[in-house]
């Protein structure tokens, strides 16, 4: 049951920007004559808003094209339920039916707390939809589709969130991962940059960059944020290798997930915008950061990197427990190479990501694709048998951009999503 067609609906715009024209009509009339947006079964706000809600917006921005634009609005429309919560902010593992638009979370997925990363990426998206649901040749349309007028309360859900965590109190001026979505308050005190609060942190510096820097309020928390960050969770190995711990109540866990990689390119990103000895800081700390991860996957037989890695023990930057060895296809470590590539145009980074292309050729690839594998410590590894959609998404466009001319998406023009699905700063619309 749910939604179907992840990987089409996430591949289109790569498919787009690499100019696979056959492979997009085909995925395009996909869209157009099978994407049934009222199935019975149940789908992730956050994944469906990622995935689908960025894809199909990214496609629409890139090509022009009606059709990505109303699907978008359409599926935007059936996220709200989500929101109805006593502070207006989703559940953890927030669900909905597309089919009845009902929405719900099973529990088990934080204990019915709301989660950082999760309500936290929700910005970007809800932006473009509610702009795009007020554009006047749209709102033409909505009279005779009443409920997608709807689509404009997006912006107010969303500047609720903002509102709800400014008046909380921050531990050491951090976040922690889950909040209570009926007080408003901190459940418990786990914060990281990886898996939990990742894209919450990239979502206030993208929104400030999206808002043409207008948005000084995203800007100020990105800046805060970070400044609590470096104080208390940045740390230098014996080694020499710059990692981010995670923090459980004032404790640190001196490791960092494949998912935390991604803060190399994200402080990159803050830095070329900053100021003064900030912005030179800030870069070698992305640069520092990036270089860790790459250890990880060069210190790996595979030339990838585990799903997790840690600095314990007289072990750097490898995994030490058998259950985070694996690697999923996940984008994080070339989405920084890319962005330091096009910050720097220090030729390690087209380096490094040459490596990563010949490792997933070599380890990766199957007759019907690519397939995350469960080892990367043995070169005979075990394939999970999954393509993972973010892998074309993702992975495969920041490797491409990584090795195109700066103006294909420029950073200038554009932001990505969290799922790399580009949307245009001040909506300037190229195509359309
Ligand atoms: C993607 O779906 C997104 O990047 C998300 O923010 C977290 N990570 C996965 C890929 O690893």
Same mark, same amino acid.
């Given at each position: ?9 996430? &591949? ?14 085909? &995925? ?6 099978? /994407? ?6 149940? &789908? ?29 609005? $359409? ?7 989500? !929101? ?11 669900? !909905? ?21 999760? /309500? ?11 702009? =795009? ?65 990742? %894209? /919450? ?22 800046? *805060?944020? =970070? ?73 790996? *037989? ?8 840690? !600095?314990?023990?007289? %072990? $750097? ?52 694709? !690519? ?10 590894? %075990?394939? *999970? ?8 998404? $993702? ?20 932001? /990505? ?14 195509? &359309?």
């Amino acid at each position: 049951g749910g939604l179907r067609g992840a990987t089409v609906i996430d &591949a289109l715009d790569t498919l787009y920007i690499m100019e696979l024209e056959e492979e997009f009509q085909e &995925a395009k009339q996909w869209v157009e004559k099978s /994407f049934d947006l009222n199935v019975n079964g149940e &789908a992730s706000l956050f994944e469906v808003n990622i995935r689908y809600i960025g894809g199909l917006l990214a496609t629409y921005y890139l090509t022009g094209e009606e059709v990505f634009k109303s699907k978008a609005l $359409e599926l935007g429309e059936k996220l709200l339920p989500a !929101f109805n919560t006593p502070t207006g902010i989703p559940r953890g593992g927030s669900l !909905f039916s597309p089919c009845s638009g009902m929405s719900w979370s099973w529990g088990w997925a934080s204990a019915g707390s709301s989660i950082l990363a999760e /309500f936290g990426t929700l910005h970007l998206e809800f932006l473009h939809l509610s702009q =795009l649901s007020g554009n006047p040749v749209f709102a033409e349309k909505a009279k005779h589709n009443p409920s997608l007028v709807c689509v404009v309360c997006a912006l107010s859900q969303v500047m609720n969130i903002r509102r709800v965590l400014s008046r909380v109190e921050k531990p050491q001026g951090l976040y922690p991962n889950f909040l209570s979505p009926v007080t408003g308050s901190w459940v418990q005190h786990h914060v990281s940059i990886g898996g939990l609060g990742d %894209s /919450f942190y990239e979502y206030l510096i993208k929104s400030w960059l999206m808002s043409d820097k207008r948005d000084s309020e995203a800007k100020k928390m990105y800046d *805060d944020a =970070l400044e609590a960050i470096e104080k208390h969770l940045v740390k230098k190995s014996a080694g020499g290798l710059t990692y981010i711990a995670e923090w459980r109540g004032g404790i640190l866990d001196h490791k960092m997930g494949h998912l935390a990689c991604f803060s190399g390119g994200m402080i990159a990103l803050g830095a070329e915008h900053g100021t003064g000895d900030r912005r030179q800081r800030h870069m070698e700390l992305a640069a520092e950061i990036t270089s860790t991860c790459h250890e990880s996957y060069t210190r790996s *037989d595979t030339r990838l990197g585990p799903e997790a890695f840690r !600095f314990e023990a007289g %072990s $750097e930057a490898m995994a030490t427990r058998l259950s985070e060895r694996y690697y999923i296809l996940r984008p994080e470590v070339v989405e920084s190479y890319m962005y330091l590539w096009r910050l720097t145009h220090e030729p390690k980074y087209r380096l490094w990501g040459w490596e990563v292309v010949q490792a997933l050729e070599k380890y990766c690839r199957v007759e019907a694709g !690519f397939s995350g594998i469960r080892d990367v410590y043995t070169t005979t590894p %075990s394939h *999970d048998n999954m393509q993972q959609s973010f892998f074309l998404a $993702e992975t495969l466009k920041y490797l491409y951009l990584l090795f195109c001319e700066d103006d294909v998406l420029s950073l200038e023009d554009w932001v /990505f999503n969290t799922e790399a699905h580009p949307l245009p700063i001040n909506h300037t619309d190229f195509k &359309a």
